[in-house]
């Protein structure tokens, strides 16, 4: 069965520095992973989508996430942070039966 | 265009009771999803739909009901509330399979007490 782990639910950053949110999957196939961004009383929203093609996956404002297969890895990083990256942020796996399975979340806290 | 919509936003139920959570889309999207989110749990799969007349149970489905007669609509029901229900209840959907792109609405939180 699909699943993944992310790990740290709480990370702090101070602004302009490195955001390096971790995620591990398990999976017996080669998997769609997903990273999903949620704001105070927001749904969540898709920052980027790993579905077998390139390796280096780019999102929506400078994030992006690389897929590794020997790591059961796929990491989120953003070079420099901004207050308004402040948020908590899903790992996902698509699973069998068209479900999606979500990690336990990470919540991001940019200081300034 | 409003996306998804959940209604209420808000509600505080007793033991007991019961209510329906209304989701509706209008991306004319054939799946559809209702997640729980608890605090450090990430989100939970209660039901999900991919097409209307076609629903399917996920990871936590005990306690609640769904249905689906329309594509836009996909309601769940709580029958006889309990503590344990109280959460904050997500609908998504997604155009197709292997899209990867769920599209969430604001959510409802519920409490039960």
């Known amino acids: 069965a699909q699943s993944v782990t992310q790990l740290g639910s709480h990370v702090s950053v101070s602004e302009g520095a490195l955001v390096l949110l971790r995620c591990n999957y398990s999976?017996?196939?080669?998997?769609?992973l997903f990273w999903y961004v949620q704001y105070p009383n927001q749904g969540l929203q898709l920052l980027l989508k790993?579905?077998?093609?390139?390796?280096l996956v780019k999102g929506i404002n400078g994030f992006e996430a690389e897929f590794k297969k020997s790591e059961t890895s796929f990491h989120l990083t953003k070079p420099s942070a901004h207050m308004s990256d402040a948020a908590e942020y899903f790992c996902a796996v698509e699973g069998t039966g068209n479900q999606f399975y979500f990690g336990t979340g990470t919540s991001l806290t940019v200081i300034p | 265009n409003a996306g998804v919509t959940q209604t209420p936003k808000f509600r505080i139920l007793k033991i007991g009771q019961s209510m329906t959570l209304q989701c509706t889309q209008d991306?004319?999207?054939?799946?559809m999803y209702w997640y729980r989110q608890d605090p450090g749990m990430g989100l939970k799969l209660i039901y999900y739909?991919?097409?209307?007349?076609?629903?399917d149970k996920g990871e936590v489905p005990n306690g609640y009901n769904v249905s689906r007669s329309t594509t836009e609509d996909f309601p769940l029901r709580l029958e006889l509330a309990a503590p344990s229900q109280t959460s904050v209840y997500f609908c998504a959907t997604d155009r197709d399979r292997n899209t990867g792109e769920l599209f969430f609405g604001e959510g409802s939180r519920l409490t039960v007490l």
């Open positions: 991306m004319n999207h054939n799946y």
């Open positions: 790993y579905t077998s093609a390139a390796t």
């Open positions: 739909s991919v097409g209307a007349g076609i629903t």
């Open positions: 999976s017996s196939v080669p998997p769609y």
